[in-house]
């Protein structure tokens, strides 16, 4: 996979359609109005903070973890790069849209954060089958887990969670039984999605930027 410059610029378009599916799927959560996700509650908090569009703060967010991720010397790629970017400003477009009023009603809110998860499950299917690498986040936890060997790679993510959430709720983002939701049911319907495409995900062997960069410039 990846092989050729045309199956690079294919699976591209198919990591954006997915990180854009994903945006929406962010924006939907966010309308939801019952809280968020932890990441989503640090970056509306950061939003909040600084004043600026949920976009900017979400690009500012991933590239400080990307750099990170690059000091871990962790590997990152062409999907990672489109991961920083686009979610983000996909919230944004959509909030300029304004299609999905606020919720008022918890009921309704609650469906919406549910419909809003499983998008973003599917959406990480198309994401992880282009095989372009991860995103900003998910290569920070993996980096943390190859260091702390003996710690189990799910306290690494839970303890990175609990961190950001708490930031962000100092920041002002919202916290609610969305969190909460969140927390509990985003992995396994990202779970139920890769069942239902009949995925896996740990067969797939994700390509760097080097060397998609190699293969762009006829160099393998």
Not at 41 to 57: C, H, I, K, P, R
Not at 91 to 97: I, M, P, Q
Request: include cysteine.
């Amino acid at each position: 996979m990846n092989r050729t410059r045309g199956e690079i610029f294919k699976h591209s378009i198919l990591a954006a359609v997915g990180l854009i599916s994903f945006g929406i799927g962010c924006y939907i959560s966010i309308q939801a109005n019952i809280g968020v996700a932890p990441w989503d509650t640090f970056t509306l908090g950061l939003s909040g903070t600084l004043g600026v569009q949920y976009g900017t703060a979400s690009i500012a967010m991933s590239l400080i973890v990307l750099t990170v991720d690059l000091l871990l010397r962790e590997r990152i790629g062409v999907g990672t790069l489109l991961d920083a970017f686009i979610v983000g400003k996909t919230v944004d477009f959509c909030n300029w849209l304004d299609f999905i009023p606020k919720q008022d009603n918890m009921i309704v809110g609650i469906v919406m954060m549910f419909v809003a998860l499983t998008i973003m499950g599917f959406s990480q299917y198309l994401y992880m089958t282009a095989a372009l690498s991860c995103g900003p986040r998910d290569s920070l936890i993996v980096a943390l887990g190859r260091r702390m060997k003996k710690v189990p790679i799910g306290f690494v993510s839970t303890t990175i969670l609990v961190v950001v959430l708490a930031i962000g709720w100092r920041l002002g983002g919202p916290v609610g039984i969305g969190t909460l939701i969140a927390a509990i049911f985003q992995g396994p319907l990202m779970q139920f999605a890769f069942n239902v495409m009949k995925f896996d995900a740990t067969s797939v062997k994700h390509q760097d930027l080097v060397t998609s960069v190699k293969v762009l410039t006829g160099r393998v």
